[in-house]
């Protein structure tokens, strides 16, 4: 299948949502010209993966950061310290922020912040003439990434990377490149795995106000009107269909995406689902054993998950393989293999099989990427039309698990042939947030 660009993903998406969009260029000329441009950043949702985000950031040449922004304050204060001793400046400091994006200084906005939020800071920050680094998942829903593709289109002079750094590691791409040269023989299964080793069962918790340096309501923002419960804040807010899509869309986004990408498959023509909430039932939503199978015209591609078992396929903890008739690549995060399958008439190996290749590149590489796409218009290696293709995939999953049925996806449409999984395809957002529509 030809890769999907933003002029063929918009044309697409209009179509799904009924409506006309005009074609725009991909991002041609940007603010900066050299590394010797003073690049100045702020980060939205300080607390994990943003403040990683953010300290690659700053290791890089005449990169700074001048604001933070997050609704507890203890953490907007741990982190506005730390980058004060890195850095030997203070940022400004916010728990709004649209105040944030106000600062006409920052070039570029990071998106650290729960999944729910995603959609909506993206496209307020391209609106007011940022740079965009969103986290993964891109969007939490298919029709937000839908939207988010569109949107971005409408901005061609400003870079959207979405923080799917494996894009941006060499081994992923040469176990890829293995994949698609023919040597494994024709593949017609691929499995991706996250086995998390959570050990015991998430404590339930009553509950409660909200702590007084939290700004809970923000924290919401355009998810429903909830009781405050420590289980569905911070890290764990994962587990809950209100602000992400469980393990699927968290380590899913990144080993799903490679499944694909290996295959050059696209979307599936169906998916049908599997598991439970077994060990944390009543505790959390998101389902702690996960299957989803996905067809296509040649091949099957199975995703496997679960938040207490430890191994995985090949006992290994999270991955990705490809079997042919020939032989099985294996890649995760600590490198590729490849394993040979013996020929049952001449009884010797198809292919020779390939010791461990070790993993290359990283998240700083994936900064890298970013920071050349504004000073040097250099590709992004995970544009919107890569991170709402994956996480697109993802969320079908999860529909199938939701509905659970066998579900068919009409690519010409960007819709499921179910009107029961359609109506997943949409969030209800609280006032006064709202998602674009045109």
């Not at 604001?67 to 982190?79: M, P, Q």
């Not at 939490?140 to 990377?161: D, G, L, N, W, Y």
């Amino acid at each position: 299948m030809t890769p999907i660009n933003r002029r063929s993903f918009v044309k697409k998406s209009g179509a799904a949502a009924g409506i006309t969009l005009a074609a725009a260029a991909i991002p041609g000329s940007v603010s900066c010209s050299s590394p010797s441009d003073h690049i100045r950043v702020g980060l939205i949702g300080c607390k994990n993966m943003g403040f990683a985000d953010l300290k690659a950031f700053i290791e890089e040449e005449n990169v700074s950061c001048i604001a933070l922004c997050d609704i507890d304050k203890h953490i907007l204060e741990d982190r506005a310290t730390e980058i004060e001793k890195l850095t030997k400046k203070r940022p400004q400091l916010f728990t709004d922020f649209r105040k944030l994006l106000e600062i006409k200084e920052i070039d570029a906005v990071i998106i650290g912040t729960p999944d729910h939020w995603h959609a909506v800071m993206m496209i307020m920050a391209l609106e007011a003439g940022k740079h965009v680094y969103v986290e993964k998942p891109m969007g939490h829903s298919i029709e937000e990434c839908i939207t988010m593709v569109k949107v971005a289109a409408r901005f061609p002079k400003q870079v959207v990377q979405v923080g799917m750094w494996q894009r941006s590691c060499k081994h992923w791409l040469d176990a890829s490149d293995y994949v698609r040269s023919g040597k494994l023989g024709e593949v017609n299964l691929v499995k991706a795995w996250i086995y998390k080793g959570m050990g015991d069962p998430v404590p339930a918790q009553p509950d409660s106000e909200a702590p007084d340096y939290v700004d809970y309501n923000m924290w919401l923002g355009p998810a429903p009107l909830r009781i405050f419960n420590k289980n569905r804040f911070h890290y764990d807010f994962r587990w809950f269909w209100d602000y992400a899509g469980g393990a699927m869309t968290d380590w899913g986004v990144h080993l799903l995406d490679f499944a694909v990408y290996g295959m050059n498959a696209g979307y599936p023509t169906a998916i049908s689902p599997g598991g439970g909430c077994y060990l944390n039932a009543g505790v959390i939503e998101t389902p702690d054993i996960q299957q989803a199978i996905y067809s296509y015209p040649k091949h099957t591609m199975i995703w496997e998950c679960g938040l207490i078992p430890r191994m995985g396929p090949y006992g290994m903890g999270h991955g990705v393989s490809f079997t042919g008739t020939k032989g099985t690549l294996i890649v995760s995060r600590n490198g590729w293999q490849v394993t040979s399958e013996v020929s049952n008439k001449e009884k010797k190996k198809y292919i020779e099989d390939i010791p461990n290749q070790p993993s290359i590149g990283g998240l700083k590489e994936h900064v890298q990427n970013f920071i050349n796409g504004i000073r040097k218009g250099e590709k992004q290696h995970a544009s919107v039309e890569v991170g709402a293709q994956t996480a697109i995939i993802s969320e079908m999953g999860n529909i199938a698990y939701r509905t659970g049925k066998l579900l068919h996806w009409d690519c010409s449409t960007m819709t499921f042939k179910e009107d029961e999984a359609n109506k997943l395809t949409k969030l209800t957002y609280r006032d006064p947030w709202k998602l674009p529509v045109s």
